[in-house]
């Protein structure tokens, strides 16, 4: 005899035009059958958390009430998402969140049709509803376009200057803002629901209407007072009057886990006739319906795989750090000796290792929210006044406020230090978060220092080259994941700026790393030794000033030169290559080559297997090597 099954309403919904067909006093139930889905799918595969868990209700809500995916519903940020795709068609895949081949942990338009817009980075839904939505004008239709945004995305100046847009153009627009961290609104009780039901019902709606066209009779003074008194009594009792500035038509706050409460205000915006914008204040709790994730919302904000019954995380044991916490302890050392040493995160302190530096400083750590052009010259203002800021943003998120690192930093020469966590390809976050791109976008900068860690001991030196670097910006790059288990100093050692080492001497072939790759080249030397070819491996250090004597000798002194990076085209390589035209040292004959990351975006898989199709592993470096000897790669028998 089969048990019955956990989820018997969710078994019956494979899209939301199956959801549509529950009746209302249905929904609840279905509610709490997706929050259990969408737990025991992430204890499976790890991911985000507490952001989907908290969405639950509001999912539902909306799938039920909006016609999607006609009517668009755009998700902000990405990762509020996973009970959104088991909803949408995707309940059977959902365990292969975040894995090679499977789901995307964030909307991908690519995945699904319910997926309108794509969403890694925060703060875009507002920007891309407003866009859409006057698409939708231009051909007449008449559907909807919802953006979802919250878990701090409302933080950044985007949002606000897509909605000072939006208002002024009077365009049919929802927004839901999805407050889960109590930050503007207070609790919410059943008055508070009342009061916004009223307010977005059709009958409130047409009497502020009839209102209005009576008040525009009045003369200009009147007419003025009465709309003032209209929007100071409606602030008096629901907020939102910096919304209502802005030119949306404020509802809330309400309970976004009481769908009595959400379902008639959703309705009541789907069924106005007014073409105006309208922000719905929804709080939440994050992590809502799992103990644990409710008592530990930052913890358990991105999990690896747990178990469900007691919330433990499998986090492999290691007593190797991970880069990120080498660079917050070198970080907290360099300022024990130095006051003015700063740190600046732009809502990632966890994730840059700045929260462990805030236990030791706290008035001299600075979450500035995911605000990361207001990050770079909120630090660029510190060091113009004799601070050291190290500002530490993900390689992918700096990509935001690259503007303001050319004004405001470089242009002044001022020395912002920027630390550039997750530097390369990242594993299960996929393209919109692997740092890619930032030796090519700051390397053409004139003046800046851009250095690349090989291993855990010389982060451990770049902090404390940075923090002695008074006359100009500077860039250091680390990867996500453990150090390689080398022993670390009491404290960094200053380097000379510009300069890399060698790390084993040989003859015939130059290995020239920029970054972690270098234990992959110290590989990829053993095997080429085994096949008699004495070979160079160096450590460039800095990407610029490049280390020019190095790459000279290497190139006059080997009959090969390959650089290894964990960079797209335009980075370091192309900085040797360009160096060793303007010599002349092209002209003797040696064969160079350039290893970095392919042209092409790549999915989520474990960082292993996308450095292997990368083919950034020792055995491409050993194929290239033997490739521009000329030998053949069969007949040598290069090893797997």
Not at 263 to 270: A, D, F, H, S
Not at 389 to 417: E, G, M, N, W
Not at 593 to 601: A, E, G, K
């Amino acid at each position: 005899m089969t048990s019955p099954s956990k989820t018997p309403l969710l078994d019956r919904v494979r899209d939301p035009a199956d959801l549509r067909r529950l009746k209302p006093e249905q929904l609840r139930q279905f509610a709490d059958e997706l929050r259990t889905e969408t737990i025991d799918a992430v204890s499976v595969t790890g991911g985000h958390l507490g952001a989907g868990l908290g969405v639950v209700e509001l999912t539902v809500a909306l799938h039920y009430v909006f016609d999607t995916p006609d009517d668009r519903l755009i998700w902000d940020v990405g990762h509020q998402c996973y009970p959104h795709k088991i909803l949408t068609g995707r309940r059977d895949r959902i365990r292969t969140l975040r894995m090679g081949g499977g789901l995307s942990g964030f909307t991908k338009r690519s995945e699904s049709e319910y997926d309108p817009f794509g969403a890694g980075h925060s703060s875009t839904s507002i920007s891309a509803g407003l866009g859409m939505a006057v698409a939708r004008e231009l051909q007449g239709r008449r559907s909807n376009v919802v953006a979802v945004i919250g878990d701090g995305a409302m933080s950044a100046g985007m949002a606000y200057e897509a909605m000072n847009n939006a208002g002024s153009m009077n365009t049919r627009l929802v927004v839901i803002l999805n407050d889960n961290d109590m930050s503007i609104a207070p609790p919410v009780g059943a008055m508070s629901a009342y009061l916004s039901r009223l307010i977005s019902s059709k009958p409130y709606l047409s009497l502020r209407h009839l209102a209005k066209d009576i008040a525009e009779q009045l003369p200009r003074p009147l007419r003025t007072a009465a709309r003032r008194a209209e929007e100071y009594a409606r602030g008096l009792v629901t907020g939102g009057t910096l919304f209502e500035e802005l030119g949306f038509y404020y509802v809330g706050p309400i309970d976004g886990h009481n769908l009595d409460h959400l379902l008639p205000v959703l309705q009541n915006v789907r069924d106005a006739e007014e073409d105006k914008p309208v922000l719905i204040h929804v709080v939440t709790k994050k992590g809502k319906g799992y103990s644990f994730a409710e008592a530990s919302d930052d913890k358990l904000h991105a999990v690896a795989k747990f178990d469900v019954v007691t919330g433990a995380q499998a986090k492999p044991k290691s007593n190797v750090p991970t880069y990120t916490r080498v660079f917050a302890d070198a970080l907290s050392k360099e300022a024990e000796v130095d006051q003015r040493i700063v740190a600046v995160t732009a809502a990632m302190p966890s994730g840059t290792g700045l929260d462990l530096f805030a236990k030791r400083f706290p008035d001299r750590c600075f979450d500035v929210g995911i605000a990361e052009q207001h990050a770079v010259t909120f630090a660029a203002g510190m060091a113009s006044e004799g601070y050291k800021p190290f500002c530490a943003i993900y390689s992918t998120f700096l990509q935001r406020a690259y503007d303001q690192v050319v004004h405001d930093v470089v242009i002044q020469k001022l020395p912002v230090r920027f630390a550039l966590d997750r530097a390369g390809l990242v594993g299960a976050d996929g393209a919109t978060h692997a740092g890619s791109f930032d030796i090519a976008y700051l390397g053409c900068l004139p003046g800046i220092v851009l250095m690349a860690a090989a291993d855990e001991v010389e982060l451990t030196h770049m902090v404390a080259t940075q923090a002695a670097i008074d006359d100009r910006p500077s860039a250091l790059r680390y990867p996500r994941g453990e150090g390689v288990g080398l022993d670390l100093p009491e404290r960094g050692q200053v380097l000379e700026i510009g300069k890399g080492r060698i790390v084993q001497e040989g003859t015939t072939v130059a290995l020239l790393s920029y970054g972690t790759r270098l234990s992959e080249c110290r590989k990829a030397a053993q095997e080429l030794a085994v096949r008699g070819f004495s070979t160079t491996v160096a450590d460039a250090r800095f990407a610029k000033p490049l280390d020019e004597e190095l790459v000279g000798r290497l190139a006059r002194e080997h009959a090969v030169l390959i650089t290894i990076e964990e960079g797209s085209v335009g980075g370091f390589g192309s900085f040797v290559l360009h160096h060793l035209a303007g010599a002349g040292l092209l002209d003797r004959g040696l064969k160079i080559r350039s290893m970095v990351l392919p042209d092409i975006l790549q999915d989520h898989d474990t960082p292993a297997k996308q450095y292997e199709l990368a083919g950034l592993t020792a055995r491409h470096i050993v194929e290239t090597a033997l490739g521009a000897l000329g030998t053949d790669i069969a007949a040598s028998g290069v090893r797997a």
